[in-house]
């Protein structure tokens, strides 16, 4: 695991845990040493100016500073430095040759700036051409200049990818956010047309599909000042053509806005962007009345009721299909428009779904798994798995406030300190169904008189194991003994 992938994970397992984390439990959960711990939190707390973002307490152990740790995420991605490593040279270069593609740069132009030699020029060659693989793109080289050739829509896929400011962009926030980099003029003018596609459609297109859109946009006004609209060779059938004027209204959007970017680009463009920007239409969900008055395939209904009975088997629930089926059907006919189509949704959220639903998202990948080999599918990645997995995690949710979790209380004689507790926690917890009070001496016979019981709140430390979820708490339970007990609400509820 590399350094930065670490500091990730250590930063999102402090975000979910807001009491202090142990020095031994940071180690446990990043496999590393206890001294790498201490030289990254260092180095994150070096970065943050103001004051550290990760607190520390002699005996409690690390804590994260939440409301810090929320501006840190935005002001860490849109981070400019001087030096560039390796990496973002290499990637910096290809923007360049692929908003220029397929037209040749000197190397000379390309290198210049970042002094280095012909062996490291070379060596990035060399990486950069297995990386454009990926896309079906080929790094050419011929008299001293560079050139990547291939596919128009293969170009643009991997400039959406490669130039990470897209993935990382709020559409709200474009307009008055200047360290973004971008033309106003485009932004204001890709903006207007969104509005106006929403506007003729009567739907909202949420995020991140209104992300999606606006990049393919950008770079279509990038790519079209760099080079000759001439040059984008792409074709499309005439099946391809006579499907697409099938689906009339999202045609004549599309047809529409492209003719507006003409307009804007005091230039012509060829019939393939209204198709290119048909699929990002079809492949995007939608909010209004026209989602609503969409009909869903039999392929579609098919892989909806594949994941819903194969992940109700998985978390051992009965799912009913109305209750997700509609919700998730909506998602997933498009999702099989992009994966025929190689369009990707960047999920913004995957790091924090991948831990906070762990075993959700594992089943989610298993069933995508399947899906894709039953019908016979591209590779359904983990963004759009991230996707998936937070329809399953609202059904989990709900059903934990639709179903009280058995409680026994525990005390050293079950009588006066122990009903104050019950008292408490009946009115801060509704969730838990308290059974009954007992004291301890009574505990040997708990598994034989309460066989339900799932959790125990005790103010005694129980010495025996138990297959119980157990929870030591003080009588006059304190905060901390509530935020102690929500964690482990949760984690009987996402144990079950």
Do not use: W
């Amino acid at each position: 695991m590399s350094s930065q992938d670490r500091e990730q994970k250590l930063l999102l397992f402090l975000s979910k845990n807001q009491d202090y984390v142990t020095s031994e439990d940071l180690t446990e959960i990043l496999h590393a040493s206890q001294k790498t711990v201490y030289r990254l939190i260092k180095k994150i707390n070096d970065e943050y100016e103001d004051s550290p973002l990760i607190l520390s307490e002699k005996g409690r152990g690390y804590k994260l500073d939440y409301e810090k740790f929320i501006n840190y995420q935005k002001s860490h991605k849109l981070d400019k430095e001087n030096g560039f490593s390796p990496h973002e040279r290499r990637k910096r270069i290809m923007e360049e040759l692929l908003l220029s593609s397929p037209k040749p740069i000197n190397i000379y132009h390309l290198f210049s700036s970042y002094f280095v030699g012909d062996s490291v020029i070379f060596n990035d060659e060399q990486i950069m051409g297995e990386e454009l693989k990926k896309y079906d793109l080929v790094l050419e080289r011929k008299n001293r200049t560079l050139a990547i050739l291939g596919e128009e829509i293969n170009i643009r896929k991997a400039i959406k990818d490669i130039i990470e400011i897209f993935n990382i962009i709020d559409i709200d926030d474009l307009k008055s956010n200047t360290e973004l980099n971008f033309n106003k003029y485009d932004v204001l003018f890709i903006l207007d047309q969104l509005r106006h596609i929403e506007k003729d459609l009567d739907i909202t297109i949420p995020y991140p599909y209104n992300v999606n859109i606006f990049s393919h946009l950008y770079i279509l006004l990038s790519r079209s000042r760099k080079i000759s609209a001439a040059l984008f060779t792409d074709t499309i059938s005439n099946e391809e053509m006579t499907n697409m004027k099938r689906d009339s209204a999202l045609y004549q959007v599309a047809k529409v806005v492209v003719n507006n970017i003409e307009k804007y680009l005091h230039s012509s463009l060829p019939d393939i962007e209204v198709y290119f920007l048909y699929q990002y239409l079809v492949s995007s969900r939608m909010q209004g009345s026209f989602a609503k008055s969409n009909t869903f395939s039999s392929e579609v209904i098919q892989v909806t009721k594949v994941y819903i009975e194969e992940m109700s088997s998985k978390l051992g629930i009965d799912i009913e299909n109305q209750s997700i089926f509609m919700d998730l059907a909506t998602h997933i006919k498009p999702m099989l428009n992009r994966l025929e189509h190689k369009i990707r949704i960047k999920n913004s959220l995957l790091s924090q779904i991948k831990i906070t639903y762990e075993d959700i998202f594992m089943g989610v990948a298993n069933v995508s798994k399947l899906v894709s080999e039953t019908f016979n599918l591209p590779v359904i990645n983990d963004d759009e798995n991230g996707f998936i997995t937070l329809y399953f995690a609202k059904i989990i949710e709900t059903n934990q406030h639709q179903r009280p979790i058995k409680t026994l209380i525990m005390c050293t004689t079950g009588v006066g300190t122990s009903e104050l507790l019950r008292a408490k926690i009946s009115k801060k917890f509704p969730e838990l169904e308290i059974v009954d009070v007992i004291a301890t001496r009574n505990m040997r016979m708990i598994q034989e008189k309460y066989p339900d019981v799932e959790l125990i709140l005790s103010t005694v430390q129980i010495e025996e194991q138990m297959p119980i979820h157990f929870l030591l708490v003080s009588a006059m339970f304190t905060v901390d003994d509530q935020k102690r007990l929500q964690r482990k609400i949760e984690e009987v509820y996402h144990g079950q």
